[in-house]
């Protein structure tokens, strides 16, 4: 079915709007990409019959294929996963071609991910590295095996060259394209260990600030594939009608007015809404909003009010009475703050968000008997296989899964509500595939929104002002709970997600993290940096407290915490020379925060200002510095800690879900306000490999340092005044700064 797509239709169209409006800048904007842009691209299908294993195949022209197991949504994995392959079979980037893995778990599952096709974590690369440097070493042992037949010498005198194998001793050499056209694997194909990868200082392409992003062209002239753009022959459109209230159903269904509809040919009641299918998406649009639909009033989510919710969490928090799991003990902590001459207590809190994806949740498939073809924007090829299966009565095997381009992720299209929409009218119209695009305010109202979190901290102090103890309370409902109820209970009802980035690397003598589970129905899921992003909101605005307590600078204080952590004092040091930190403005502050989630150092300093007249803030200025251990693409790394800082300045400015008697207020972004251009901050990055050192994720690494940053900022700005709820909306500001 996949060689019959016609996936040209729409990308054309978007290129030419592209070039409708604005020809000229994109020239000038891009101008030096396109001459650059000219090492591996993404290839529509697999070229090459030598095969020395599932992940690559070479052509007789020379053509290396590799697979890329990971779903891309702009993070630039498509071309950092061929890249590892690439550097040590000894490949020629400039002849690479990169293919999106299918959905085959047992051969492209990642290590670092419970060996399923899982995309998020910032865990693609550090949890496929080692093995996909292993795959290109032992693909080169391959070609040099081959290699030495043709040419009958020994291996052992045999060397590579990008794309080439030479034998020095009589001057002759071959392609990798001859020995794939002439050449035969051996009956017995060669292990490799890591003593055959190819020491730091012999890497070609690994940490080489000239290798492009393979996605970029095709985003650029408008041939990049997403989901959204799918188009099959013979293809319908569906559209589905949601409850208002999460965990309802339709008790009546009237849709006469619906089926007059010109294109409509069919009405599907769901379990959870009223599918509706027919020739065009103006058409199931239109007989959507005709839909007359009575919904059960069943649903404990009734109850669910957001605000008054964070306030009970709060208050939870405060409760000490009422323990959880404990997350990580270090010493006793409670003991040491009890004795400490003073104590710093305080919340923080965090609302909802919504992934705002650019690109609204999508998918299309198309069902024949017992089997199915889904094609989707997921970051989850391999939890699709098992929800498609599921809805279409069948077993994963018999599903296939073309995972296209994301137009975003950060976690939402790790679900799949939006997969079993497509299967589910697909079902109902066998033999023709159905394309299911949510409306942006279906997309808002039915998110899988980052949870409703408090946190209470308490920290002890000696007479010195020094640490002495350190209690962290988190309170919040649990993601695992429901995406994955075994380990959760495994670990004994801990939520090691919600929880993570609350274990830091600070010197502190006793520590204890607690969880402390609320449950309330609402489906929470996972997002942009997770629990990082307000755990590290709470640790690194109540050091800024503790060195307003101890009255000392707070990027020296973070420094003394980090003493025996040098690659984390190198982050502070950096970033406190790339933004003058003693340099006073007219008008602004500058704040400070740290992180070391997700096995990378990152500190970060924004400059803001404040107008106290309406409680905006503006953040002007963001520096960063990051650690991530090998840097395998840093041209990338900067890239993404602009993308991570952007987001994160959003959501600690702007976003906010609110939810009122189970039904979500905002609908689209009229109501659900993100970070406009206008208002992002000038960010400059300093990159800071170690190679010596594992690698770190580095996805999400530039979010979670942002948000305090600010507050930190703000507090410098105004002799003390702390900002403790995300968002920093005005109205909040504000009361700050009268109480």
């Known amino acids: 079915m996949t060689e019959t797509?016609?996936?040209?239709?729409?990308?054309?169209?978007?290129?030419?709007?592209?070039?409708?409006?604005?020809?000229?800048?994109?020239?000038?904007?891009f101008g030096g990409l396109l001459q650059d842009a000219s090492g591996a691209s993404i290839a529509p299908m697999v070229e090459g019959s030598y095969r020395p294993n599932a992940w690559l195949t070479i052509a007789a022209d020379g053509t290396v294929t590799i697979m890329s197991p990971a779903s891309e949504m702009g993070q630039g994995i498509m071309t950092t996963l061929p890249l590892l392959i690439a550097e040590d079979m000894d490949a020629d980037w400039h002849k690479v071609r990169v293919v999106q893995a299918p959905s085959d778990a047992e051969k492209y599952g990642n290590p670092g991910f419970y060996g399923v096709q899982l995309t998020g974590g910032s865990e693609s690369t550090r949890g496929y590295y080692n093995m996909l440097r292993l795959v290109g070493a032992q693909t080169r042992k391959i070609i040099l095996a081959s290699a030495a037949a043709m040419l009958k010498a020994p291996v052992s005198e045999l060397t590579t060259e990008p794309n080439r194998v030479v034998h020095a001793r009589s001057g002759r050499s071959l392609d990798y394209g001859e020995v794939a056209a002439a050449g035969t694997l051996p009956d017995r194909l060669?292990?490799?260990?890591?003593?055959?990868?190819?020491p730091s200082d012999q890497w070609r392409y690994i940490g080489k600030l000239t290798i492009p992003r393979v996605d970029i062209s095709s985003k650029v002239d408008g041939t990049a594939i997403f989901g959204i753009d799918v188009q099959l022959p013979d293809m319908l459109y569906g559209a589905?009608?949601?409850?208002?209230?999460?965990?309802?159903?339709?008790?009546?269904?009237?849709?006469?007015?619906?089926?007059?509809?010109?294109?409509?040919?069919?009405?599907v009641p769901l379990p959870y809404g009223v599918g509706i299918i027919g020739e065009t998406v103006e058409a199931t649009r239109q007989a959507k909003d005709l839909l007359d639909v009575t919904w059960t009033t069943s649903s404990r989510i009734r109850n669910y009010n957001s605000d008054r919710l964070l306030e009970a969490y709060r208050s939870v928090g405060r409760d000490l009475a009422q323990t959880g799991v404990s997350a990580a003990t270090e010493a006793d902590a409670?003991?040491?703050?009890?004795?400490?001459?003073?104590?710093?207590?305080?919340?923080?809190?965090?609302?909802?968000?919504?992934?705002?994806?650019?690109?609204?949740?999508?998918?299309?498939?198309?069902?024949?008997?017992?089997?199915?073809?889904?094609?989707?924007?997921?970051?989850?090829?391999?939890?699709?296989?098992?929800?498609?299966?599921e809805v279409a009565g069948t077993t994963p095997d018999k599903v296939k899964v073309n995972t296209t381009l994301l137009g975003g992720g950060f976690g939402r299209k790790a679900e799949a509500d939006f997969i079993i929409d497509a299967v589910s009218l697909a079902k109902a119209v066998q033999g023709r595939p159905v394309k299911v695009i949510w409306s942006r305010e279906d997309d808002v109202q039915h998110g899988k929104y980052r949870p409703l979190e408090a946190q209470?901290?308490?920290?002890?102090?000696?007479?010195?002002?020094?640490?002495?103890?350190?209690?962290?309370?988190?309170?919040?409902?649990?993601?695992?709970?429901?995406?994955m109820p075994q380990l959760f209970e495994s670990e004994g009802g801990h939520d090691s997600v919600v929880t993570e980035g609350a274990h830091f690397n600070y010197a502190v003598p006793a520590h204890q993290i607690e969880y402390i589970r609320q449950d309330n129905g609402l489906d929470i899921g996972f997002w942009f940096a997770v629990g990082v992003g307000y755990t590290r909101f709470g640790i690194e605005c109540v050091v800024d407290e503790i060195a307003t307590a101890k009255g000392v600078d707070p990027v020296a204080l973070r420094l003394e915490l980090l003493k025996d952590q040098p690659r984390a004092r190198k982050v502070v040091e950096t970033v406190a020379q790339m933004a003058e930190w003693d340099r006073q403005r007219n008008g602004r502050a500058l704040g400070v925060a740290y992180s070391d989630a997700f096995g990378s150092h990152c500190a970060e300093i924004a400059e803001v200002s404040l107008d106290r007249e309406t409680g905006e803030i503006r953040v002007h200025t963001v520096w960063c510095a990051v650690d991530p251990g090998i840097a395998v693409q840093p041209r990338n790394i900067e890239a993404l800690m602009i993308t991570g800082i952007t987001g994160g300045a959003s959501h600690a400015l702007f976003e906010q879900i609110n939810i009122v008697n189970g039904e979500v207020q905002e609908s689209n972004f009229d109501t659900y306000r993100v970070i406009r251009m206008s208002e992002a901050p000038d960010i400059k990055v300093t990159v800071i490999p170690t190679p010596e050192n594992p690698i770190g994720g580095i996805g999400q690494v530039g979010l979670p340092p942002i948000g305090p940053a600010i507050a930190n900022a703000v507090a410098r700005l105004t002799g003390g005044v702390r900002l403790r709820h995300y968002p920093f909306l005005p109205a909040r500001v504000l009361e700050a700064l009268n109480a």
Do not use: C
């Not at 054309?12 to 409708?20: D, E, V």
């Not at 060669?190 to 190819?198: C, F, R």
């Not at 269904?253 to 509809?261: G, L, S, W």
């Not at 209470?456 to 995406?483: E, M, P």
């Open 240 to 267: 589905v009608l949601r409850a208002p209230v999460q965990g309802e159903q339709p008790e009546t269904i009237n849709d006469a007015e619906a089926r007059t509809v010109p294109g409509i040919t069919h009405i």
């Open 5 to 29: 797509l016609q996936l040209h239709t729409r990308a054309l169209s978007r290129r030419s709007f592209l070039i409708t409006v604005g020809v000229t800048g994109i020239a000038v904007a």
């Open 456 to 483: 209470h901290v308490q920290v002890g102090l000696d007479a010195d002002g020094n640490i002495v103890g350190w209690r962290h309370r988190i309170v919040a409902d649990s993601i695992f709970a429901r995406t």
């Open 190 to 198: 060669p292990q490799a260990t890591d003593a055959d990868l190819k």
């Open 334 to 389: 409670q003991a040491a703050i009890s004795k400490a001459a003073t104590v710093i207590e305080v919340d923080y809190m965090s609302d909802h968000v919504h992934h705002a994806t650019m690109e609204p949740m999508n998918a299309t498939a198309l069902v024949m008997g017992d089997t199915v073809e889904v094609w989707a924007p997921t970051q989850g090829p391999t939890g699709t296989q098992g929800f498609a299966a």
